[in-house]
């Protein structure tokens, strides 16, 4: 439910000799209940405390429609006040966020964010004096993915942050490009009091249709059963054909249009390089990203993880990747290494981490997994 309190954030707070204290502030919002999806750490005003970026993600029973971003302001004393109206108003409906890193994009010495998201592009913000502003590159913005993890890292060693962003991928049913997007229309078809996204797919005739079945779109909306009496008349109703233009009227649309997972090269001067990782990387949807030199040869490498199983029987569970080990060739160019070079994982890898010289895997519903990484 939309006003159930587990969604309140829990915020914890350590007092040097590994106790914690749970917090009884409500986060990230005052005023109502948000179904957050991450968080990211970061002295945005310099102050030396630490200050939040938590995004939100879909609003439950609100597929579709735009979460809004909050930066949260610490006073030094572990109490945290949104800000976001005076110092980031462009967070406000930016999209439904799923990952964001705090970094310094264009050198300066101030921190600032990459937010990426379901329909988004790889959206970047600028702090300047405390204030954060939509700057965006175009080759950036019109990449509208399922994007799922943003990862910051210097991948060619020039001192510019670049960053690896985990997307749908390309072994999937879900194909997209600018000319033929993958759209979801929005909006309360049936009058009823609840939203219809309706996931659609644009095809070379310039139309979209459904991705739902003729019995997925009646479930949802009754009154279809008189427009859809039978399969044979549903077969070549796109989704403008199956509704009016009336209902059509202040329908939401937004698009995706890339699937691929990407490497974002930064160029300087806010020019940036994208190009696609290695077909290894493309074979499930990526959740997880973290980077080291993982091979000992004095660059920095990439592992990624993913996979997603819990989806409808037509769709396939998207069960592709061991994990993927993306050995640096110099200059940001990856390879795959091969299986037998020891980073083999199953499961649905949801978060990587390095620590030392071990790389610690988190996975849904399996154990932690620990490899150990360099020459001794």
Known sequence: SQSSSAYIDRLYFNDGRGNFSASNQMLPGKTRYVSSST???????GDGDLDLFVGEGSRPMQ???????????NNGQGVYTDVTSEKAPEFKSL???????????????????????????IEIFLNTNG?????????????????????AADVNGDGRMDFIVGNHGLNSRFKASEEQPIALFVKDFDSNGTLDPILS?????????PYGLRHNLIDQI?????????????KDMSVRDIFTPAQMEGVMEIKATEMTSVLVLNKGQMNFEVTELPTEAQVSPVYAIATGDFDADGDTDILLGGNLYSVKPEVGRYDASYGTFLKNTGNGRFVAAKPQEGFLVEGEVRDIEVFENFVLIARNNAELMKLKFGKN
């Not at 597929?63 to 302001?73: A, C, M, Q, R, S």
């Not at 204030?131 to 990862?151: C, D, E, I, M, Y």
């Not at 797919?201 to 249709?209: C, F, P, V, W």
């Open 39 to 45: 968080v990211s750490v970061l002295d945005y005003d």
């Open 63 to 73: 597929n579709g429609v735009p979460g809004d971003g909050f930066l949260l302001e």
């Open 95 to 121: 999209g439904m966020i799923t990952s964001s890193q705090a970094v310094d994009v264009n050198g300066d010495g101030a921190t600032d964010l990459i937010v990426v998201g379901e329909y988004m592009g």
């Open 131 to 151: 204030q954060f502003r939509k700057s965006t590159p175009a080759n950036l913005a019109r990449l509208k993915g399922w994007w799922n993890v943003v990862h």
């Open 201 to 209: 797919k644009y095809m070379a005739n310039g139309k979209a249709y």
């Open 222 to 234: 009754k009154s279809l059963k008189k427009v859809l009496p039978d399969y044979k008349t549903f």
